[in-house]
């Protein structure tokens, strides 16, 4: 699996790369109302809009993710409890002699 993630990995870098010599060009970039304007390799501005949207991405599943990350905490905080109090049976409990045991299991 390893070699195929690193295999996907140098096919994705080398098509990158192939992008980037091909797109070499200067593009101007500017911000309609305000006055600011820059001029930008394309394959530049190509790879800051994908930065951008995989920070973006990132942040939204993050945040949508965050009910589920409340109710496993919720969760893990009742599991310890119900094992602290199974514990706490336990230990409340008699010990069984083994005659007991066999008695209890033919049922006299």
């Not at 109302?33 to 930065?51: G, K, R, S, T």
């Given at each position: 699996?390893?070699?195929?993630?690193?295999?996907?990995?140098?096919?994705?870098?080398?098509?990158?790369?192939?992008?980037?010599?091909?797109?070499?060009?200067?593009?101007?970039?500017?911000?309609?109302?305000?006055p600011v304007a820059a001029d930008l390799?394309?394959?530049?501005?190509?790879?800051?809009?994908?930065?951008?949207?995989?920070?973006?991405?990132?942040?939204?599943?993050?945040?949508?993710?965050?009910?589920?990350?409340?109710?496993?905490?919720?969760?893990?905080?009742?599991?310890?409890?119900l094992e602290r109090e199974l514990?706490?049976?336990?230990?409340?409990?008699?010990?069984?002699?083994?005659?007991?045991?066999?008695?209890?299991?033919?049922?006299?």
């Amino acid at each position: 699996m390893k070699t195929l993630i690193r295999v996907f990995a140098v096919a994705i870098g080398a098509v990158a790369i192939w992008f980037a010599l091909a797109n070499r060009a200067d593009v101007t970039v500017s911000f309609a109302p305000l006055p600011v304007a820059a001029d930008l390799p394309l394959y530049l501005l190509v790879f800051i809009v994908f930065v951008l949207g995989v920070l973006a991405g990132g942040v939204s599943h993050w945040l949508a993710a965050a009910r589920h990350r409340g109710t496993a905490r919720d969760t893990k905080r009742r599991l310890v409890v119900l094992e602290r109090e199974l514990d706490d049976l336990h230990d409340q409990r008699a010990p069984v002699t083994p005659d007991e045991a066999q008695s209890k299991l033919i049922g006299r």
